[in-house]
């Protein structure tokens, strides 16, 4: 169901309820109208027919003429009828079976009550009075009674009258709404229209000129998702490109000397080849995860979590990991972790990974008989650092060298130029910043990645 139709529909019960609630209280309204009128000219012809009572000392005398009669009986559409009777029931004359009065008479007050006269119901004026004579301590009660076909039609008359022109107001009432609806409801339908006519790739902003301000938070909603679906997207587009441009170098490679090995008979030359065939695989296989760590990062935006993450555990166990290789390499590697635990809020995994490429390239760039130092501390906010005594990075080129494939002039070339790119785009997601800087003496360089504090759910340690 539409919202307009859900609207009406909530509309229309309350409505038609007070619809028919004013029918049955014009109707009451109408009968009391009519009925006073009517109860009037009763009450007149009542005391006009008393005004026919005379007691003398032998009797009581009612001079009722011929064409008196058939004045009262004039009437096309309704019926009148009279009686005389005393108060304990015998009629004196007149109808004996007109309804008799009820509860206890009061003399010259008329009473007016309703009951039925041959199955058609009446309307009775009862007026108790005392006449002289010999009958003057005993009351006597003219009656006149009516039936209601005049006051039945008046009363409808009126009952439509008002009746109709309610209904009119109603159903008007039930068109304006509509209208209104469908006038309020245009905006979205052209937005509707807009977006259907959008290219499935274009995520550019709506534009909430025309949109009712009720419905703006929502517009906005959606437009962060478009820019959110639009940043993914060109992360797509870069991963696809940067894949498409770096992998088809060493692919190339690859097929080349595994070609050349096809045709080599000697085992010395075919063992040479298979060692080089070997290194090309895992450069490219290096190279290939990087990838996919730069395009994972890149897509992360809001979707990390918000894990308690121990920056102290984690250096500490990343950093074992690499030692096989700084031993190999003849490069001193250690870890300097302050003694209470230092909490971040992230994603654990993510977190590895920008040590993991830090270790990566400090170990890379860094000659043997150097060090590789991983410090952690608190200063304003957690703060960990990877300092190593390589080749260093000139001041000018530090901004750069987070960029995907920049790598400093005169660098080693075995590298991806893709670690520190993965680097700044998951301390990015985490709200974190990343600095360069030399050391205080010597060559070589210091990464420092600063986090903010950690959330009121996570426990504050300050050294």
Do not use: C
């Amino acid at each position: 169901m539409s919202f307009a139709a859900k609207l009406l529909d909530w509309l229309l019960a309350p409505l038609l309820f007070l619809w028919f609630a004013s029918v049955a209280v014009t109707n009451f309204m109408a009968i009391d109208t009519v009925s006073g009128p009517y109860d009037q000219r009763l009450d007149e012809v009542a005391r006009a027919m008393a005004q026919l009572l005379r007691g003398t000392d032998e009797e009581l005398v009612f001079e009722l003429s011929r064409d008196a009669l058939i004045f009262l009986r004039a009437d096309q559409r309704d019926e009148l009828h009279y009686a005389i009777r005393r108060p304990w029931g015998e009629v004196l004359a007149g109808n004996p079976d007109l309804p008799p009065l009820p509860g206890m008479p009061e003399a010259g007050v008329t009473r007016f009550h309703s009951g039925f006269l041959q199955g058609e119901e009446v309307r009775v004026a009862s007026l108790p009075m005392l006449t002289g004579g010999v009958a003057e301590d005993q009351p006597v009660i003219v009656q006149v009674a009516e039936t209601l076909h005049k006051r039945h039609q008046l009363s409808g008359e009126i009952h439509t009258q008002v009746i109709l022109p309610q209904l009119f107001v109603l159903v008007g009432a039930l068109l304006l709404v509509w209208y209104g609806l469908t006038y309020v409801i245009s905006p979205l339908k052209r937005l509707k229209e807009a977006m259907d006519r959008r290219h499935h790739r274009d995520l550019t902003p709506v534009d909430p000129a025309d949109i009712p301000q009720e419905l703006r938070p929502l517009i906005t909603s959606i437009n962060e998702l478009m820019g959110r679906l639009a940043q993914n997207f060109q992360a797509q587009q870069r991963f696809i490109a940067d894949a498409a441009h770096q992998l088809r170098t060493p692919l190339a490679g690859l097929k080349s000397q595994t070609e050349l090995l096809l045709r080599q008979e000697d085992p010395r030359v075919m063992k040479h080849a298979l060692t080089q065939l070997a290194a090309s695989v895992q450069r490219t296989s290096r190279l290939a995860n990087q990838l996919l760590s730069l395009a994972r990062a890149e897509t992360t935006g809001r979707t990390i979590r918000h894990d308690a993450v121990d920056l102290n555990d984690l250096a500490r166990r990343v950093t074992e990991q690499w030692l096989p290789r700084a031993i190999d390499k003849r490069i001193d590697l250690g870890a300097e972790i302050r003694p209470e635990p230092l909490l971040v809020t992230g994603d654990a995994l993510l977190l590895g990974e920008v040590l993991n490429n830090l270790l990566d390239n400090a170990l890379h760039y860094t000659p043997s008989g150097g060090q590789v130092t991983v410090r952690t501390r608190f200063e304003n906010g957690p703060v960990l650092s990877v300092e190593d005594t390589g080749i260093g990075i000139p001041p000018d080129e530090r901004e750069l060298v987070f960029q995907p494939f920049y790598r400093v002039l005169d660098s080693d070339p075995g590298g991806t130029g893709l670690g520190l790119a993965i680097v700044r785009s998951i301390l990015d997601a985490h709200g974190a910043v990343v600095t360069l800087r030399n050391p205080g003496e010597g060559q070589g360089t210091i990464f420092e990645l600063r986090f903010p504090k950690p959330g009121p759910y996570v426990r504050e340690y300050v050294g």
